[in-house]
């Protein structure tokens, strides 16, 4: 059957013989005749026929023919007679029933009553009533009542209660289009006929009030014409349940009352069910459960979008009253006798209940009048004795309850209403799990479960059950955890993300793998897999399939999972990018444990502690974690997956840096170089989140630092972690951490502002002196530069700004060295000190005084020198030379002859290359040479080398590019330079150990290099004569060096000139 379009099918066909066996047996009478007393005789072919089409469609869909037929039974009742031929032509046209309708003899409303009566169809009566007009609904209604009325059975009476009752339960379905059809077709009836053109006397019409307000009014009418025809018990209580739910959801309730808990509604659903099935007069006693549970929904969810009219609900109150005085001993003593309860006696109790509740909430809050008040009260307490005498009684019936677990899945199977909800619950339940319907339940309906609430719900049920002593098949448990991973996985990564953070939440950094490991047997080999594609596929276009396999991986064991991948983007070259987007596209992972082996520290923190902190093998190694660290704190945010940061700076610093600032730690440089990252990624972020690394003491403990390299050569060899070229690490970490609290100086209070300067000046008075100067520009216009006395005797120093103090080590004479200390703090300071220096020109003895000491004080200060340091001595010595404040005399033992040569555009250059020799001559005189270690002697040789290549390229620029090379051709002069300092190298390496030369000789190489290169590039530059003894002079002064492997290269690479 075609349950869509209204047409003459097989089914419409058996009503049609239905009713011409009605019409015989009424004959000569015609149906418009029928009166309700001749239904019985005349009206079971009608019945019949709709019982075998139910019957025979019941493998389908009885319900809807049913339905279908009992709209085309009604439209035939509304249809006006077709008043002439064109009429009824224009019927055939355009009304969908009408070609139905003409199967049917013409038929009034006793027919339709009746028929719904004898097929106990109340909710289909209220269903297709609802779709109706307002207008024609009203008088159908009426119509119901009027017949209701007359010679009132008792089956009227069942069925009008059954009516009334589903009138209260409607919800109506607009998307049904057999509703909609309905529903047009009457109003185009309506448009038609004066019949429908006034509403009922016994109502008012008014377009504002919901259209069941009035009905419900009627019905309550309807109740008092048939009240002395309602005899037995179960009818009784029925009428008076209608009548407290009616009055409790369309009077007293609020308008938008809070729905009650899942655990409740379901609670009310199983003991409705349960009393159905104690019940056998009961219609749903033999339904299957889940038309059950569809009923006892609509039975126990009874809703109102308005209110009752005030006259309407104190009428009903009265009425109340009135029943219960009628029938109060009666239904007592059927309440309080042996019999089983049934529905109608539960309902009254129930119902009665919830009236009595809500009758004084409305007591209490709702503003009556005098007389008004009396009713209410009165009512109040009538309810109230008649609950006292039964409510006891029916508590000690028990009900069946263990039908909950079926009935909350029977919903999740339907997906009836708050099916979600019964999901909750089925999740959680300890005492359902791993039964066969609970398993059954969750496999049929798994995709119900992708919501991370409930995954997790599953996953401690699971968690919990495996760990009592329910016997529970081990094939199962594994079913179920493999389902749930199945519902995980299925999950977008933001939800899954939320699995994980519980999961990490309730089971700690072992996850599923606490309590579930024995069931997890394949998890390693997996790991295994997975690490290997990874390692294979580092790329942004796997990154997606990456992120999938590991969300796996990471809810089963997280510790086993982060570690792996830390050690991973360490260990393999070029992947720690890759494995960190895949970190980082889990935020659930920055989380604190509280039982971790560090409570302080996050999960990631202390996986990359205990798993490659501390235990890097190469540099780069400690190279990938630096940047590994780099991007799980600013992560890079790949399309299409969303990443957010695992680390905070403030944590970095407090785990990978604070505690190893420390000279004789050998994590010291790592940690700086942290240091500068973090701050140097981290310096635009709008909070300012230095404030929670305690910024002063994390200065203090920078310069606590750096004091260590002031008595760098005089500690052993364990206790210098740290190179002196880490000292520029330390100082661009003072000037970035000064910079950034400088500015953002507006955070702190004045008050907290000045006190913690002045602390940190307290603090810094115990260290070297030229680590309180480095802060010059912290403490700038709070506190003066402190410095040696004997400062002032050479500079012309400011008391507004400098001021002197006692140094220990610093007595007569030792200005000049206060000075270069202070020259080699920053190109700001040297500058400043250049421009201060009391050093009179045009004094030549002046001048020579200041050359030696500026000699001395050179060698005193090289070997403690950083090579930023020694860059900034470098250019200040420059500085000198051309201001011709420092005098170097250049002397002739590398020369042969005179030569005839300009060398003015190389003058300083040469004079520079002299003062290292005569500064290495120094320092390796008897008096010096045993200041250092064969390692200090190693960092000056670097310094040196450092220089003597600054030396080389601004030699070639000055020959190549510079002003003098416009002028002439400086070959022969540049020639000379590279022989001069090859032989200043030559020399400095014959003065010192051998195992420190290696840096000197390469550059003696170099020199070499550039002098045949640029030799050959300008043959025509000298004479062969001249080739000859210069080649030979080289050879002599080459002679002298040791070891022969060293000296027989270097002779190699001068014959070739």
């Known amino acids: 059957m075609d349950l869509g379009p209204v047409n003459i099918c097989e089914e419409m066909t058996i009503l049609h013989g239905g009713f011409l066996l009605a019409e015989q047996l009424f004959h000569p009478k015609a149906l418009t005749e029928l009166k309700k007393s001749d239904w019985e005789r005349v009206g079971q072919p009608i019945v019949e026929a709709l019982r075998e089409i139910s019957s025979a469609t019941a493998c ?184 407290a739910d009616m009055l ?50 609509r039975d126990i969810s009874l809703t109102s979008v308005a209110k009752l009219p005030s006259e309407t609900i104190f ?4 009425f109340m009253c009135t029943l219960l005085r009628e029938w109060g001993e009666e239904l007592q003593a059927m309440l309080t006798s042996s019999q089983g309860t049934n529905y109608d006696s539960f309902r009254l109790c129930d119902s009665l209940t919830s009236f009595s509740q809500n009758l004084k909430l409305y007591l209490d809050s709702t503003s009556l009048s005098k007389e008004e008040r009396q009713v209410v009260s009165e009512l109040a307490e009538c309810v109230g004795d008649f609950l006292r005498k039964t409510t006891r009684v029916l508590k000690n ?118 309590k579930l490991l024995a069931y997890l047997d394949r998890f390693q080999e997996d790991l295994n897999t997975t690490f290997n594609q990874l390692a294979q596929s580092a790329s942004e276009q796997g990154l997606a399939k990456a992120v999938a396999s590991v969300a796996r991986l990471v809810i089963l064991h997280p510790e086993i999972t982060v570690k792996k991948m830390c050690s991973m983007a360490v260990v393999n070259l070029g992947t720690h990018k890759f494995l960190a987007q895949i970190l980082t596209a889990f935020p659930a992972l920055r989380f604190t444990e509280e039982q971790g082996p560090d409570p302080s520290a996050t999960f990631v923190v202390s996986c990359l502690k205990e798993t490659v902190w501390t235990k890097f093998s190469t540099p780069k190694e400690e190279k990938q974690f630096l940047e590994l660290l780099g991007c799980l704190m600013n992560p890079v945010k790949p399309q299409g997956i969303p990443v957010a940061a695992l680390l905070e700076p403030d944590e970095v610093l407090k785990e990978f840096v604070l505690p190893f600032l420390m000279l004789d730690v050998k994590e010291v440089d790592l940690s700086l170089k942290i240091f500068i990252q973090t701050l140097e990624a981290n310096a635009c972020l709008e909070e300012y989140w230095l404030q929670a690394c305690s910024p002063f003491p994390l200065i203090f403990s920078l310069c606590q630092l750096l004091d260590c390299f002031s008595k760098y050569w005089q500690l052993p060899k364990e206790k210098r972690c740290l190179s002196l070229d880490g000292k520029d690490l330390v100082t661009r970490v003072l000037e970035i951490l000064c910079d950034i609290i400088l500015a953002n100086a507006e955070t702190f209070s004045p008050d907290t502002w000045i006190k913690s300067l002045s602390w940190l000046h307290r603090k810094l008075e115990q260290l070297d002196w030229t680590v309180r100067l480095r802060m010059k520009n912290l403490f700038e216009g709070h506190f003066k530069c402190e410095v040696p006395a004997t400062l002032f005797e050479i500079c012309k120093l400011s008391e507004d700004e400098w001021t002197s103090q006692a140094h220990p080590g610093y007595g007569p004479g030792t200005g000049l060295l206060a000075w270069m200390e202070c020259c080699y703090i920053s190109s700001s300071i040297s500058e400043q000190m250049l421009s201060l220096l009391v050093v009179d020109v045009g004094n030549p003895e002046e001048v020579r005084l200041f050359s030696k000491g500026f000699l001395v004080v050179l060698v005193q200060v090289m070997p403690w020198c950083s090579p930023q340091e020694w860059q900034y001595l470098y250019q200040l010595t420059r500085r000198l030379l051309e201001k011709q404040l420092l005098h170097v005399p250049y002397s002739l033992e590398y020369i042969q002859f005179v030569p005839l040569l300009n060398l003015k555009p190389f003058a300083q250059e040469l004079q520079l290359s002299v003062l290292f020799l005569r500064a290495f001559q120094f320092l390796c005189s008897q008096s010096c040479c045993n200041w250092l270690p064969m390692e200090g002697w190693s960092h000056v040789v670097r310094l040196l080398c450092n220089s003597l290549t600054n030396l080389l390229d601004s030699v070639r620029s000055i020959q ?78 080459a002679e002298n060096i040791s070891p022969e492997e060293r000296r027989q290269t270097l002779l190699q690479k001068i014959s070739n000139f």
Request: hydrophobic share 45%; aromatic share 8%.
């Open 315 to 318: 009428i009903g109150f009265e």
């Open 960 to 1037: 190549s590019v510079g002003p003098w090379a416009q002028e002439q051709d400086l070959t022969q002069e540049t020639l000379f330079f590279y022989t001069q300092v090859f032989c200043h190298v030559l020399h400095i390496m014959a003065m010192l150990h051998q195992e420190v030369c290696e840096p000197l000789y390469v550059l003696a190489l170099e020199i070499l290099t550039c002098y045949e290169t640029l030799s050959k590039a300008n043959p025509s530059g000298s004479s062969l004569l001249q080739k000859v003894n210069e080649q030979r002079f080289l050879k002599s002064i």
């Open 60 to 243: 389908s869909q009885p319900f809807a023919w049913k339905k279908k037929a009992l709209i085309i039974i009604w439209a035939k009742v509304l249809q006006p007679c077709p008043v002439t031929p064109s009429d009824a032509d224009t019927r055939w046209q355009e009304d969908v029933f009408f070609s139905v309708g003409n199967m049917i003899p013409t038929i009034n409303h006793t027919v339709l009553f009746e028929l719904l009566k004898s097929l106990e169809a109340s909710g289909l009566f209220i269903q297709l009533l609802m779709a109706l007009p307002t207008t024609i609904c009203r008088a159908e209604l009426e119509r119901f009542l009027e017949h209701m009325s007359v010679d009132t059975s008792s089956k009227d009476v069942a069925f009008f209660l059954s009516v009334w009752w589903e009138m209260m339960k409607h919800k109506g379905n607009q998307q049904d289009p057999l509703l909609t059809q309905f529903r047009t077709m009457a109003h185009k009836y309506l448009s038609s006929s004066d019949e429908f053109c006034h509403p009922p006397k016994r109502f008012k019409s008014d377009p504002d009030v919901c259209p069941t307000m009035p009905l419900l009014a009627m019905l309550l009418t309807g109740l008092k014409q048939i009240q002395n025809r309602i005899l037995c018990p179960g009818m009784k209580c029925c009428a008076l349940a209608n009548l």
């Open 397 to 514: 019936k028990g009900f069946e309850k263990d039908i909950t677990a079926s009935i909350a899945m029977a919903i999740i199977e339907q997906k009836m209403d708050r099916h979600m909800e019964m999901c909750y619950i089925f999740a959680s339940e300890k005492k359902w799990a791993f039964s066969d319907e609970w398993l059954a339940c969750l496999v049929n309906n798994r995709a119900l479960f992708r919501e991370p609430d409930l995954v997790l719900k599953l996953l401690e049920t699971v968690m919990e059950v495996t760990m009592t002593d329910r016997a529970v098949p081990e094939s199962q448990i594994r079913q179920v955890i493999s389902l749930i991973l199945e519902c995980y996985a299925d999950l977008s990564l933001p939800d899954k993300n939320k699995v994980l953070s519980g999961t990490l939440l309730s089971w700690g950094r072992k996850g599923l793998s606490e």
């Open 248 to 297: 409790t959801v369309f009077a007293l309730m609020e308008d938008d009352p809070q729905e009650v808990s899942a655990t409740v509604y379901l609670d009310k659903l199983a003991t409705v069910i349960s009393v159905w099935n104690s019940d056998t007069q009961n219609p749903y006693h033999q339904q299957a459960l889940a038309e059950k549970v569809k009923e006892a929904e």
